[in-house]
């Protein structure tokens, strides 16, 4: 269970977040500058709560009155950037398997191998990031993620790099993996189509959540103009 | 009438090139004109040549490990931290590139000669730097670290923020973020911006002058030989400086193959 409950101002955005996960995915819907991003900075121990606590799984990350901050490393969460991030210098095995750097190497190959055949892309270790197309890309770095056994995953605009064919068929994906894996998930998103992979929709205004519902409940009693664009976009399955 | 502004215009470009071309490569062309390879052979044999050499390499050898050891650790808590703290940090490693190498020389030696404002502490430890070729290397490293630092924070602001963050998600310390993302990623742009310090550095000959003053074996870097030679014989110093050219095509040559486009990355001049 992921429970955060944020504050922090940066510039003229006021950020106020209270929520709560449970092995779930939740999206995250909103207008640009509504404070999507800086949400995940915040969790991820990039930036500093003002006031606040983020728990994970009854682990305490962050806490501004017991003056707990766990730094980034420490936090135990699976990162997607929108555009994957791996790193253009290692090949693909390189990539996944950075994060298992505390194992012996014949264990760290086995399971970086592991996670990279669960998710289709085993036969691309010895190739570069550069020769990869989007959406094998955002395999690998799902892999790489995933060898760690993070406790939540953080999704920036999962398909945002994708062209529209790629983009259909990894939501599919992602979303009997998201079943799969039971993890608490947040997905920042801006696509009304990546609705199918949550549980729950969670809809970011000025730096605020303005409402948290199914889609069906979003749909029934929208409470703002966004909110009601928003779900009228959304096709009813991928 | 506005096609022939255009033309113009483009044969003041063609003449500005013929024109700077020719001034910047006519020096380089003397060098070589007036010399036979008699001339080349004798430079070879002349006795300040070989010291010199050595000490050049050896001194512009350990400025250049010092300014890249330490540069490259300020070069990433600048990039990494903006804020007033690291604009006073970059404006501090750019100051040597604006002071004239004698100014430079003249402040090394009020700053760590015997009687210098760190000096007086030094020499009661027994520790004499002014005139000795530790003397060489700082005012190398003095003189060439803006080369270096400008280059390293340029070519660490490139980075992409998020392969930093993500590494950090994946268990990387700050450290070895740094080692096994930065470094490797920042590499063309950290080694460019070496090479030009380096250049700098064996070019170096005010500074040295005042701070450490001309003495064979010593203190004598390859410039200084060539100015040493030049007041006995102006085919000597042409013979070292012909030794010292071909060291700087080796150079550029180098560079050129680290930055395969032309330009070389990271390496916007500081300063000027």
């Not at chain 2, 730097?129 to 390293?152: M, N």
């Amino acid at each position: 269970m992921l429970e955060l409950r944020i504050a922090r101002r940066i510039g003229a955005l006021e950020l106020r977040v209270e929520l709560t996960l449970d092995r779930e995915a939740a999206l995250i819907a909103g207008p640009n500058g509504a404070g999507k991003s800086t949400l995940l900075r915040l969790l991820l121990g990039v930036l500093r709560p003002e006031t606040g606590r983020i728990a994970l799984e009854g682990r305490t990350l962050f806490d501004a009155a017991a003056a707990i901050d766990l730094a980034v490393e420490e936090r135990e969460l699976g990162y997607l950037p929108q555009d994957y991030a791996l790193f253009p210098h290692l090949d693909v095995m390189g990539n996944a398997t950075f994060g298992l750097a505390r194992l012996p190497r014949r264990e760290r190959l086995r399971r970086a191998g592991e996670w990279l055949e669960k998710l289709g892309v085993g036969h691309l270790a010895r190739r570069f990031p550069a020769g990869l197309s989007g959406g094998e890309r955002q395999r690998v770095a799902l892999a790489r993620s995933l060898a760690r056994n993070p406790r939540a995953l953080l999704l920036d605009e999962p398909f945002a790099a994708l062209d529209p064919i790629a983009r259909r068929e990894l939501r599919g994906s992602m979303r009997s993996w998201l079943q799969e894996w039971r993890l608490p998930a947040l997905i920042v998103s801006h696509d009304s189509a990546d609705a199918v992979l949550a549980d729950r929709i969670a809809v970011m205004e000025h730096g605020q959540l303005v409402q948290q519902d199914t889609l069906e409940e979003l749909r029934r009693a929208p409470a703002s103009a966004f909110v009601a664009g928003f779900v009228s976009a959304t096709p009813d399955s991928a | 009438m506005r096609l022939r502004a255009a033309s113009a215009w483009g044969a003041a470009q063609l003449f500005a090139s013929a024109l700077l071309g020719l001034f910047l490569l006519l020096p380089v062309v003397a060098l070589f004109a007036g010399s036979s390879w008699d001339d080349f052979s004798s430079g070879l044999r002349n006795p300040l040549l070989l010291p010199a050499l050595r000490l050049s390499l050896l001194t512009t050898g350990s400025s250049l490990a010092l300014v890249v050891g330490l540069g490259s650790l300020v070069a990433w808590r600048v990039a990494r931290n903006p804020g007033r703290a690291s604009r006073w940090m970059e404006a501090i490693t750019q100051l040597p590139a604006v002071i004239p190498p004698a100014v430079a020389g003249v402040g090394l030696l009020l700053a760590f000669g015997r009687r210098g404002l760190f000096g007086g502490w030094l020499d009661r430890h027994g520790i004499a730097l002014a005139f000795t070729t530790p003397a060489v290397i700082l005012a190398e490293a003095f003189v060439s670290a803006p080369f270096f630092v400008q280059a390293a924070i340029a070519a660490f602001r490139r980075l992409d923020e998020n392969l930093l963050v993500v590494a950090r998600t994946l268990g990387a310390s700050p450290f070895r973020t740094f080692a096994r993302v930065g470094l490797p990623l920042a590499a063309p742009g950290l080694a460019a911006g070496a090479a030009m310090s380096w250049a700098r550095a064996v070019g170096e000959f005010g500074a040295t002058l005042f701070f450490a003053g001309n003495m064979t074996g010593r203190t004598q870097t390859m410039p200084l030989a060539i100015y040493t030679a030049m007041e006995s014989d102006l085919h000597a110093a042409q013979a070292l400086s012909l030794v010292m050219v071909l060291l700087a095509f080796a150079l550029l040559f180098i560079l050129r193959r680290l930055a395969p486009g032309g330009a070389l990355p990271g390496t916007e001049l500081p300063g000027a």
